[in-house]
């Protein structure tokens, strides 16, 4: 008969390491500092959102809130409202403004309870918010999102000064806010492109019927991260800044002279060194042969982490400032690299797949030009399997890798 095998104590219990496999390196004083100089680049009277979703675009919404503010950041912007409320019960107490459609009592309520503000796109959920605000001793802020050529959120730019005029008539509620969303902002050129002009006429009309009616619509913002960085026209009373907060350009030839600081990079670990002659298939379908007598290395990190498949056979990573290339194809776990070249690579290397190494750089771009997709994909596609480490712990951590 087998005996049990003896109680653990929770305290004793083995912990694999969070750089054990593969992992996220986030640098707070790199958010911190593209806020600083986002802020420095505004217009006068300016203020600047620091928009945190998708989990601070896979940087950890929390902490780049935190940062962000640190800069200068007065406010955030958040798609979801679970994404607000996990900034309310961290504490951060700056106006948090819901950028997805909330439609039903229960989700506003809970804005009035965490005070979010809410996005409208007309009066239906306007109404809502009185009903609710009504008979809770406080107002409700809100903010109305105007549709001036995005065809997704917003109320109809037409009807813009009529609703602003009916929420202004609502005594529970409190109109914090007039916005819309630019639907290309990062297009070539210098200058406005047509469709940008489009859409800032058509919100200029709206905000001088709204200022001949004598009312008062709060924070006025039209710009993203492109519009902000491609002219100061756009910035009116405040800009939603994302991509740049986290050290990225929406665009090559965007905001040349403002220095970003990327701050994610992304690494992981060599787990096994296989010599191989010519001739050798690797991994499903054999996507590639080896031409000669090979050295791979398999590191553990794969398309469930978020490196994606459509960069089998393309993808480079950096170990000591030298590019290895991947071969065959990204499976889910794992991926190989051909080391032939890289002696020096050995099993528990550490390797730098988005990120610095050795003066070498290998940016988002480099990901999702290949796959055909934006740099916002790829920042946001990192897993939450990946360990999410700040530079400081990164370094306390990996003081004796094989990697440096």
């Known amino acids: 008969m087998t005996e049990a095998s003896p109680a653990i104590s929770p305290s004793r219990q083995p912990w694999p390491h969070p750089r054990q496999r593969a992992w996220v390196e986030v640098c707070e004083a790199a958010v911190q500092a593209n806020a600083r100089s986002l802020r420095r680049s505004l217009a006068h009277g300016c203020n600047l959102m620091a928009v945190v979703k998708a989990d601070g675009y896979g940087h950890g919404a929390v902490p780049v809130a935190r940062a962000a503010a640190a800069g200068g950041a007065s406010s955030f912007g958040v798609a979801t409202l679970q994404e607000g409320v996990e900034l309310r019960q961290a504490g951060l107490r700056q ?117 001949q009616a004598g009312l008062c619509c709060g924070s006025r913002h039209l710009a993203n991260s492109a519009g902000t960085l491609r002219t100061a026209q756009l910035h009116y009373d405040m800009v939603r800044v994302g991509l740049a907060l986290y050290g990225q350009r929406p665009a090559p030839h965007l905001g040349g002279s403002l220095v970003l600081q990327p701050a994610m990079q992304v690494r992981a670990r060599v787990s096994l060194i296989r010599e191989v002659p010519a001739g050798t298939g690797v991994s499903y379908g054999h996507r590639f042969t080896t031409q000669r007598p090979s050295r791979l290395a398999v590191v553990s990190i794969g398309y469930a982490d978020g490196v994606p498949r459509l960069l089998s056979n393309r993808l480079q990573v950096l170990h000591r400032g030298r590019r290895i290339p991947q071969v065959g194809a990204i499976t889910m776990d794992q991926l190989v690299l051909d080391a032939t070249d890289a002696p020096e690579l050995d099993q528990g290397s550490v390797v730098t797949l988005l990120g610095s190494d050795g003066g070498e750089r290998i940016d988002p771009l480099a990901w999702s030009a290949p796959c055909g997709t934006i740099p916002w994909e790829i920042l946001c596609g990192f897993k939450h399997r990946l360990p999410r480490l700040t530079s400081a712990q990164a370094a306390w951590d990996g003081s004796n890798d094989r990697a440096h």
């Open 95 to 211: 106006p948090v403004l819901v950028l997805g459609n909330l439609t039903q009592p229960e989700e506003l309520r809970a804005c009035l309870h965490w005070q979010l503000m809410p996005t409208l796109s007309g009066m239906r959920e306007a109404l809502l918010c009185q009903n609710l605000a009504a008979g809770s001793g406080r107002p409700m802020a809100v903010q109305l999102k105007l549709d001036t050529g995005m065809a997704r959120l917003g109320a109809p730019w037409q009807e813009g000064r009529r609703i602003v005029e009916a929420i202004s008539a609502l005594e529970a509620v409190e109109l914090a806010g007039l916005y819309s969303h630019l639907a290309d902002a990062d297009a070539p050129g210098t200058g406005l492109d047509p469709l940008t002009r489009q859409q800032q006429q058509r919100f200029e009309q709206v905000l001088t019927a709204v200022q």
